[in-house]
C-alpha cells in the first residue's frame, strides 16, 4: 500500500493518551507502520498531513495492553514506531505474538520493559524526602533524577503510601504535587529548589554508619545494588567513602578482638537486694542500680537516668543499646540521636528533660563480633519495675513520656496497644500518678522501610509538639 506519510507528533515525555488515540486513528484509516512518521514535541508538518482524528476503542490481548504503558516512558526515541509496530501485526492476525520472545521486535520491547521496571524499582527505593515548614505549614519535597519519564507512572506510588503528607517530587523532566486530596504534574524542577537537610536525614545516616559491618564491604555489589548516579541524593551515602576507608582497619580490629560470652546472672539476687534496700534519694538509689548484678544477661555496667530532678518531663524508654551500655549513658546511640533531634524540632530542651529506661541494662546476643539487642520480657520488665518507681518518686515530673511497647508495660503492669493508645495517657502505679503521653520508640523509626520513613518522622515529631504544648500547662 502506498501513500503519503503521516506526521504523528507528541508531546514530550511519556505521552500515554496521546499515542493510544494516534494508533487508534491510524488503525481505523488502516495506515500501516511504514508510512508513519512519529516525533516528540514537535508540531511541524514536515510530512504535509495533520495528526489523525480521535476515535473509538481498540481491542488487543492483554499482554499487548499491558506492555504499551511500560514502554512508553522509555527514552528511546523509536519507542512509539516500535510499538505501533507491534499493534499492528497483532492486529494483522499474529495474535500471540508476545508468546514469541525470541522474535526480534518482541525481544526488543520487552528489553525496554525491564529498563522502566528496573527505573521504577530504583525511584522507589532511592527517593528521599526532606521537610520544610512555611507559615506554620508542613511540605515535604524530594529531588530525582530517573533514566526514562517515569514521573507519572511512579507517582501513584507515593501517593498511596503518603497520602496524608504534601509532597512535591522535582525531577529534570518534570514534577509531580500531592496536596493531600489531588495529584498535579508541573514543569521540571531544579535539585537548588529543595529545602537544607532535616534532622531525619542526619538520624538516617547515624543509623547507617552504626550498622555498617566493615567486614562485608564489597564495593561492586555495593554499586550494582545501589548505582552511584543516586548517591548524591541520599544521605546516608555520604558516609560511605569514610566508612570503605576504614573499613580494612575496622576488619582487622574485629578479628584481633576475642570472643566474648555474656553472663548469665540470677535475677532473684538483685531483686532481694532492692528490697532490703529503702533510698531516700535519686543519689541514693542510683548507687544501689549500680552495685546491683544484671537482672538482663551480657550487660557490662548499668545505664542510669539524665536529666535534673524536678523536670518538666521525663522520657521512658525501654533498655539502654549497644552505645548506651559502652558510653553509660542513656540515649546516645542512632535511636537517642533521632530522638535528640525530633525534640528539638517539636521545642523541647533535652538538658531541661530527665531520659531514662525501663531497663537499666542492656540485654543482647553475640552474633560474631556484633551485640544484637534483645527485647526484655514481661517477667524481666516486672523486676526493673521496683527501680522506675522509686526513680520517677524522686524525680516527680508533671508529664511521663512513654517511649514504646516496653515503657508502656512499665509504667502500667500491662500490655497497651500503642497503635490505640498512642497520645495523652494518665499512667497510675501504687502511690504514683502522673499525666502521661505514649508514642513509638524512635528505634521503630529506624527500622521502618525507606518510603514510611519521612510520614513517621513527621508523626513523631507532631507527638513531641504535643508533649511540649502539655509540658508547658502542666508546669503553668
Same mark, same amino acid.
Given at each position: 500500500?502506498?501513500?503519503?506519510t503521516r506526521?504523528?507528533?507528541?508531546?514530550?515525555?511519556?505521552d500515554?493518551?496521546?499515542?493510544r488515540?494516534?494508533?487508534?486513528?491510524?488503525?481505523?484509516?488502516?495506515?500501516?507502520?511504514?508510512?508513519?512518521?512519529?516525533?516528540?514535541?514537535?508540531?511541524?508538518d514536515?510530512f504535509?498531513?495533520a495528526?489523525?482524528?480521535?476515535?473509538?476503542?481498540?481491542?488487543l490481548?492483554? #499482554?499487548? #495492553?499491558d506492555?504499551v504503558?511500560?514502554?512508553?516512558?522509555?527514552?528511546?526515541?523509536?519507542?512509539?514506531?516500535?510499538l505501533?509496530?507491534l499493534?499492528?501485526r497483532?492486529?494483522?492476525g499474529e495474535?500471540?505474538l508476545?508468546?514469541?520472545?525470541?522474535?526480534?521486535?518482541?525481544h526488543?520491547?520487552?528489553?525496554m520493559?525491564?529498563?522502566?521496571?528496573?527505573?521504577l524499582?530504583?525511584?522507589?527505593?532511592?527517593l528521599r524526602?526532606?521537610?520544610?515548614?512555611?507559615?506554620?505549614?508542613?511540605?515535604?519535597?524530594?529531588?530525582?533524577?530517573?533514566?526514562?519519564h517515569?514521573?507519572?507512572?511512579?507517582?501513584?506510588?507515593?501517593?498511596?503510601?503518603?497520602?496524608?503528607?504534601?509532597?512535591?517530587?522535582?525531577?529534570?523532566d518534570?514534577?509531580?504535587?500531592?496536596?493531600?486530596?489531588?495529584?498535579?504534574?508541573?514543569?521540571p524542577?531544579?535539585?537548588e529548589?529543595?529545602?537544607p537537610?532535616?534532622?531525619?536525614?542526619?538520624?538516617?545516616?547515624?543509623?547507617?554508619?552504626?550498622?555498617?559491618?566493615?567486614?562485608?564491604?564489597?564495593l561492586?555489589?555495593?554499586?550494582?545494588?545501589?548505582?552511584?548516579?543516586?548517591?548524591r541524593?541520599?544521605?546516608?551515602?555520604?558516609a560511605?567513602p569514610?566508612?570503605?576507608?576504614?573499613?580494612?582497619?575496622?576488619?582487622?580490629?574485629?578479628?584481633?578482638?576475642?570472643?566474648?560470652v555474656?553472663?548469665?546472672?540470677?535475677?532473684?539476687?538483685?531483686?532481694?537486694?532492692?528490697a532490703?534496700?529503702?533510698?531516700?534519694?535519686?543519689?541514693?538509689?542510683?548507687?544501689?542500680?549500680?552495685?546491683?548484678?544484671?537482672?538482663?544477661?551480657g550487660?557490662?555496667?548499668a545505664?542510669?537516668?539524665?536529666?535534673?530532678?524536678?523536670?518538666?518531663?521525663a522520657?521512658?524508654?525501654?533498655?539502654?543499646?549497644?552505645?548506651?551500655?559502652r558510653?553509660?549513658?542513656?540515649?546516645?546511640?542512632?535511636?537517642?540521636?533521632?530522638l535528640?533531634?525530633a525534640?528539638?524540632e517539636?521545642?523541647?530542651?533535652?538538658?531541661?528533660?530527665?531520659?531514662?529506661?525501663?531497663?537499666?541494662h542492656?540485654?543482647?546476643e553475640?552474633?560474631?563480633?556484633?551485640?544484637?539487642?534483645?527485647?526484655?520480657?514481661?517477667?524481666?520488665?516486672?523486676?526493673?519495675?521496683?527501680w522506675?518507681?522509686?526513680?520517677?518518686e524522686?524525680?516527680?515530673?508533671?508529664?511521663?513520656?512513654a517511649?514504646?511497647?516496653?515503657?508502656?508495660?512499665?509504667?502500667?503492669?500491662?500490655?497497651?496497644?500503642?497503635?490505640?493508645?498512642?497520645?495523652?495517657f494518665?499512667?497510675?502505679?501504687?502511690?504514683n500518678?502522673?499525666?502521661?503521653?505514649?508514642t513509638?520508640?524512635?528505634?521503630?523509626?529506624?527500622?521502618?522501610?525507606?518510603?514510611?520513613?519521612?510520614?513517621?518522622?513527621?508523626?513523631?515529631?507532631?507527638?513531641?509538639?504535643?508533649?511540649?504544648?502539655?509540658?508547658?500547662?502542666?508546669?503553668?
Amino acid at each position: 500500500m502506498t501513500g503519503p506519510t503521516r506526521a504523528i507528533a507528541l508531546a514530550p515525555g511519556a505521552d500515554l493518551a496521546g499515542f493510544r488515540a494516534a494508533v487508534r486513528a491510524l488503525v481505523a484509516e488502516g495506515v500501516p507502520p511504514e508510512r508513519v512518521a512519529w516525533s516528540v514535541g514537535a508540531t511541524s508538518d514536515l510530512f504535509g498531513s495533520a495528526p489523525p482524528a480521535e476515535t473509538g476503542p481498540l481491542r488487543l490481548p492483554r #499482554a499487548v #495492553a499491558d506492555l504499551v504503558p511500560m514502554v512508553v516512558p522509555h527514552r528511546d526515541p523509536e519507542r512509539y514506531a516500535l510499538l505501533f509496530q507491534l499493534i499492528w501485526r497483532v492486529r494483522a492476525g499474529e495474535r500471540h505474538l508476545m508468546a514469541v520472545p525470541s522474535d526480534p521486535l518482541v525481544h526488543r520491547l520487552n528489553l525496554m520493559r525491564k529498563a522502566i521496571g528496573r527505573d521504577l524499582h530504583k525511584m522507589h527505593a532511592f527517593l528521599r524526602f526532606r521537610r520544610s515548614e512555611e507559615a506554620g505549614v508542613e511540605r515535604f519535597t524530594a529531588w530525582f533524577e530517573p533514566d526514562h519519564h517515569i514521573l507519572e507512572a511512579a507517582a501513584p506510588f507515593f501517593v498511596a503510601r503518603f497520602r496524608s503528607l504534601t509532597w512535591s517530587i522535582l525531577t529534570p523532566d518534570a514534577s509531580a504535587h500531592w496536596d493531600g486530596a489531588a495529584l498535579r504534574l508541573g514543569p521540571p524542577g531544579r535539585r537548588e529548589d529543595l529545602p537544607p537537610g532535616d534532622g531525619f536525614e542526619a538520624g538516617w545516616r547515624d543509623y547507617y554508619e552504626s550498622t555498617f559491618n566493615p567486614a562485608r564491604t564489597n564495593l561492586k555489589a555495593m554499586r550494582a545494588e545501589m548505582p552511584k548516579k543516586y548517591w548524591r541524593n541520599m544521605p546516608e551515602t555520604l558516609a560511605i567513602p569514610a566508612l570503605v576507608r576504614g573499613a580494612e582497619a575496622g576488619t582487622r580490629a574485629m578479628i584481633e578482638r576475642s570472643p566474648s560470652v555474656p553472663a548469665r546472672r540470677d535475677p532473684a539476687r538483685a531483686v532481694a537486694a532492692m528490697a532490703d534496700q529503702d533510698p531516700a534519694s535519686l543519689d541514693e538509689l542510683n548507687a544501689i542500680i549500680r552495685r546491683s548484678e544484671p537482672l538482663v544477661p551480657g550487660a557490662t555496667q548499668a545505664v542510669l537516668g539524665e536529666g535534673p530532678v524536678g523536670a518538666t518531663i521525663a522520657f521512658v524508654g525501654e533498655q539502654p543499646g549497644d552505645q548506651e551500655d559502652r558510653k553509660g549513658r542513656p540515649f546516645v546511640g542512632p535511636a537517642g540521636q533521632l530522638l535528640s533531634r525530633a525534640m528539638q524540632e517539636a521545642g523541647i530542651d533535652r538538658g531541661a528533660s530527665y531520659l531514662t529506661n525501663a531497663v537499666k541494662h542492656f540485654k543482647f546476643e553475640e552474633r560474631g563480633k556484633r551485640r544484637i539487642h534483645q527485647k526484655p520480657t514481661a517477667g524481666e520488665v516486672s523486676h526493673y519495675r521496683w527501680w522506675l518507681d522509686r526513680e520517677l518518686e524522686f524525680v516527680a515530673p508533671r508529664l511521663v513520656v512513654a517511649l514504646g511497647a516496653t515503657a508502656v508495660l512499665a509504667l502500667t503492669g500491662k500490655a497497651v496497644p500503642i497503635t490505640r493508645a498512642r497520645g495523652p495517657f494518665q499512667f497510675e502505679r501504687h502511690h504514683n500518678r502522673f499525666a502521661g503521653f505514649i508514642t513509638v520508640h524512635p528505634s521503630y523509626l529506624l527500622r521502618l522501610p525507606d518510603e514510611a520513613k519521612a510520614e513517621a518522622y513527621g508523626a513523631f515529631v507532631g507527638d513531641l509538639r504535643r508533649v511540649a504544648e502539655l509540658g508547658r500547662e502542666l508546669a503553668g
